[in-house]
């Protein structure tokens, strides 16, 4: 498989993940069950959120200016800005700061106290930042920072954008060279390079609430649970809200105990809560280690007209850069 196939699958996942979960925001894990088991899961409406409409953003910006730029990529999220996408509170408050002349290195520093917001915000969007740099880790961990702190400025938030990009970043280093694996040869095929890109994201971690949450899926992964207790345990143990770290840790999860893409998916959405992002980062993740034609072609077909097509260019153009920088 090659890393281009990866860039595709890693962006084309984050919009088949955002708009799968797009239609259970919010529900618990056995109504977005019930709800999908219905519909067969299949897509449902296609219609994408503020996920894939930032992760657009950051890789329009990235690619523009060869890498970060903090003003630009700001007017990029007032250019792109679609209110019907669903944006959270916090960033919309930003994104009004920000369309009013206050400074793209301060905005996000005026909300929750000066604090900034811990939410997910800037981790469903980061994985361009991921593809990018996968190579280079602490450039990495640089830019994800930045990239963050226009809308999110507390340091849950941006240490859980810098992990998931860096999950990205080791889904394309190691990946999958198939397509689909069947639990035995998951096993034995991919087993142990997932286990080594845990042990490389907890190296990675500095925070010590990313790093226990690590540690708990670390003991998920080896306990012999149905799935049920599974899904119980990762929204008791990790979490399925809004904040980054009640989110992040459950999308690599998802991830790292799934076979192939789609099991991903459903199992991300099978928990309930902030399915969208939680789906988005799953899929971002996933479809970088197992490629684009991992992904569901029904799911991709029923997507938003034009947007399989923006993406693969988006991802074909940071592949390009990223042999550059």
Not at 170 to 177: E, K, Q, S, V, W
Not at 235 to 254: C, K, M
């Amino acid at each position: 498989m090659s890393l281009l196939e990866k860039f595709r699958g890693a962006l084309l996942g984050v919009a088949v993940g955002d708009a799968l979960g797009a239609p259970v925001e919010g529900f618990d894990g056995e109504s977005a069950r019930r709800f999908y088991e219905k519909h067969g899961w299949k897509m449902v409406s296609g219609k994408y959120t503020d996920d894939t409409e930032m992760t657009i953003g950051v890789a329009e910006s990235l690619i523009a200016c060869k890498g970060f730029n903090g003003a630009h990529l700001a007017q990029q999220f007032l250019r792109n800005y679609n209110e019907s996408r669903g944006y959270g509170p916090g960033t919309r408050e930003v994104l009004k700061m920000l369309s009013e002349g206050v400074s793209w290195k301060e905005a996000s520093r005026k909300i929750f106290g000066g604090e900034g917001s811990y939410g997910n915000g800037a981790a469903m969007r980061i994985a361009p930042v991921g593809l990018l740099y996968h190579e280079n880790a602490e450039k990495l961990r640089e830019v994800a920072f930045k990239v963050s702190e226009i809308t999110h400025a507390h340091e849950l938030a941006k240490e859980g954008a810098a992990l998931l990009a860096f999950a990205v970043a080791l889904a394309c280093r190691y990946g999958c060279n198939r397509y689909t694996v069947s639990a035995e040869e998951e096993e034995e095929e991919a087993g142990e390079t997932k286990r080594e890109m845990l042990r490389s994201l907890h190296a990675f971690a500095r925070h010590r609430i990313y790093k226990e949450k690590l540690a708990r899926i670390e003991a998920l992964l080896h306990a012999k649970e149905d799935e049920e207790e599974a899904r119980k345990r990762a929204v008791s143990e990790l979490g399925n809200g809004e904040a980054a770290f009640n989110s992040v840790p459950t999308a690599i999860f998802s991830f790292l105990r799934s076979h192939d893409f789609r099991e991903s998916i459903v199992f991300a959405i099978s928990l309930g809560g902030d399915t969208d992002t939680i789906a988005a980062m799953t899929g971002a993740v996933s479809g970088a280690f197992y490629g684009e034609r991992s992904i569901p072609r029904e799911w991709l077909e029923s997507l938003e007209s034009g947007v399989v097509a923006y993406l693969t260019k988006l991802a074909e153009d940071l592949y390009e850069l990223s042999k550059e920088i």
